[in-house]
């Protein structure tokens, strides 16, 4: 590691100065050995540094403890990227407080090609679920990168949504990259860092705390050409996503709900606030921020993967039955009383059709649509 390195990583982590401090300083002494090596009155007269600043600066140069640390992160397979390296992610650096330093695993998120984020409730509804899971897959195998923040509920299934597309789709975490979290989505972790990028701006081994989750919901905004929000609560960490992204000039959009559901009272903030209702798909291709990066999409078609199935070629009975359900539950009394196919068929059918991952059984004999 050379000692331009050393510098920047000692510029990354010092106690009590955060990313504005760090960018100000950089933006009057444009090099970390630079500021290494300022004066006290040098330090004080950098706009927001000022006197206990420039003293936190001045104690934090005996950095030789921490140098083991930083030589193991590329030893056991941690990236890293500096906001000055052209590696850096683009569309970060138009923020203030910018991370100086980034964390990764994978391949970074392009610049050129588009990306949206797909963010919302943990807990979820079958409807939420089928919805994120669509529209990731969907504009993943289009080749467009689906953002997220590797949450339980609508983020989960935003990553599953692009992974099941064999798109790109990038975390980004509010740990360490070496923490999966939460536990239940190992297997989405895995395959991400395999085929995609797990993110972040904390040091590895650091564990989530409430307080980083709004650092990464700002990077999830920042990274994204548009947000859509699945389903929110009043008070909700995607909300905040949404926020900044309506603060950065970014479109925001939200799959509208029930209005006597409270996963939908976060939506209709939002839509308050001037937020766009996603209606139809094709009102994310005319998005102004995403028009003019989906010809980069390389001509060998990013993400097309083989025919959609053509289901004019499966029996009468299978569509039939399929055709009864939807994203609300439908019990199998009720099945076999719509369609009149026998019982014993129907439960054939329904095998065949959970086996496909076409439905699934929320409660017993309840069965809903896994797609819209």
């Known amino acids: 590691m050379d000692d331009k390195t050393f510098f920047k990583h000692w510029l990354s982590e010092i106690e009590g100065i955060g990313w504005v401090k760090v960018n100000a300083l950089l933006e009057r002494f444009k090099t970390p050995e630079n500021i290494y090596n300022a004066s006290k009155a040098e330090l004080e007269e950098t706009y927001g540094i000022g006197k206990y600043y420039a003293d936190l600066l001045l104690k934090s140069k005996d950095f030789d403890d921490r140098i083991p640390k930083w030589e193991s992160w590329k030893e056991k397979g941690t990236e890293y990227v500096f906001a000055d390296e052209k590696e850096y992610p683009r569309s970060l650096t138009f923020q203030s407080d910018m991370p100086y330093r980034l964390f990764y695993k994978g391949k970074l998120p392009d610049i050129k090609l588009p990306a949206i984020s797909v963010v919302g409730a943990r807990g979820c509804t079958s409807y939420g679920k089928a919805v994120s899971l669509k529209i990731s897959e969907t504009f993943a195998k289009e080749g467009w990168q689906i953002i997220s923040g590797m949450a339980a509920g609508i983020d989960a299934f ?19 990259i070496d923490v999966c979290y939460p536990v239940t989505n190992l297997e989405i972790y895995e395959s991400i860092q395999r085929s995609g990028c797990l993110l972040s701006e904390f040091e590895p081994g650091q564990r ?4 980083f989750f709004p650092f990464r919901n700002r990077l999830i905004a920042a990274l994204s050409d548009a947000v859509i929000v699945v389903e929110a609560r009043k008070r909700s960490g995607s909300l905040i996503t949404a926020d900044i992204a309506l603060e950065q000039g970014k479109e925001v959009y939200v799959v509208p709900g029930r209005i006597t559901d409270p996963l939908s009272m976060g939506c ?3 839509l308050n606030e001037g937020a766009n209702a996603l209606t139809d798909l094709n009102d994310l291709r005319k998005c102004h921020s995403v028009k003019g990066k989906i010809s980069n999409i390389n001509a060998d078609g990013i993400g097309k993967h083989g025919a959609r199935e053509d289901e004019n070629l499966l ?11 939807d994203l609300s539950p439908k019990s199998l009394e009720y099945l076999i009383n719509k369609t009149s196919i026998p019982g014993d068929e129907t439960f054939l059918l329904i095998t065949r059709l959970k086996l496909e991952g076409k439905i699934e059984e929320v409660a017993h004999n309840m069965f809903v649509r896994t797609d819209i």
């Open 158 to 176: 935003a990553h599953e949504g692009a992974l099941k597309a064999k798109g790109y789709t990038c975390a980004v975490l509010g740990c360490g």
């Open 208 to 211: 989530p705390k409430r307080e």
């Open 268 to 270: 209709i903030g939002l």
């Open 315 to 325: 029996d009468t009975n299978y569509l039939l039955l399929y055709s009864c359900l």
